[in-house]
């Protein structure tokens, strides 16, 4: 006897394969990767293969992956973290879920990372100009080194003024971390 799905002229959707972005996230999930490294991953794969034509990447390799990595720097002309965000989601795509080991990447062109850090005087001059409370989340992410969202998941029981310490819970990584309250901003 043919399935309901046969009578009305068409395929059952749980004998469908899941599209390949599709397996790629749950591949991330199972593997518990963050919710943004997920999407920041996906969205570069999903660049890369339309940048190739929607070649499917079982049939790209090296060669592919350099000229992808070169145009960022090239054409597009990203800054160096996003070219490294970029190649770092492809090596994932490519070295965990295909399980295939890459060749050398070193023809690809570089983006040229900034040469210098802000001085002090800069950092207090771009800090006089803000108000509060962005002002203090500034000084927060520049004196003790959080990161932005772990800034803003901060509670107040999460600062020792008397130990002079800040407790960053489920930071990245789903770990917690110790780092130092400026002393400035503890005698506020």
């Known amino acids: 006897m043919p399935g309901r799905w046969d009578l009305i002229g068409m395929e059952n959707p749980s004998d469908r394969k899941p599209k390949f972005i599709e397996q790629l996230r749950t591949f991330m999930r199972a593997r518990r990767y963050s919710l943004r490294t997920e999407q920041a991953y996906l ?51 490519y070295q965990r879920f295909l399980e295939r080991k890459l060749g050398r990447l070193g023809g690809a062109l570089r983006a040229s990372r900034p040469v210098r850090l802000p001085t002090r005087t800069e950092v207090h001059s771009v800090l006089a100009h803000m108000r509060s409370p962005y002002r203090l989340m500034a000084e927060l992410l520049y004196g003790s080194g959080l990161r932005l969202l772990e800034c803003l998941r901060l509670r107040v029981k999460d600062i020792g003024f008397g130990y002079g310490r800040i407790v960053v819970r489920d930071g990245k990584g789903a770990k917690d971390r110790v780092t130092m309250l400026p002393g400035r901003l503890a005698r506020h």
Do not use: Y
Not at 76 to 93: D, E, I, K, M, P
């Open 43 to 93: 969205d570069w794969i999903r660049r890369f293969i339309l940048f190739h034509g929607k070649r499917h990447p079982r049939e790209m390799g090296e060669a592919e992956i350099v000229e992808f990595h070169s145009d960022l720097a090239m054409r597009r002309n990203v800054a160096a973290s996003t070219q490294n965000q970029a190649l770092c989601a492809l090596l994932f795509l």
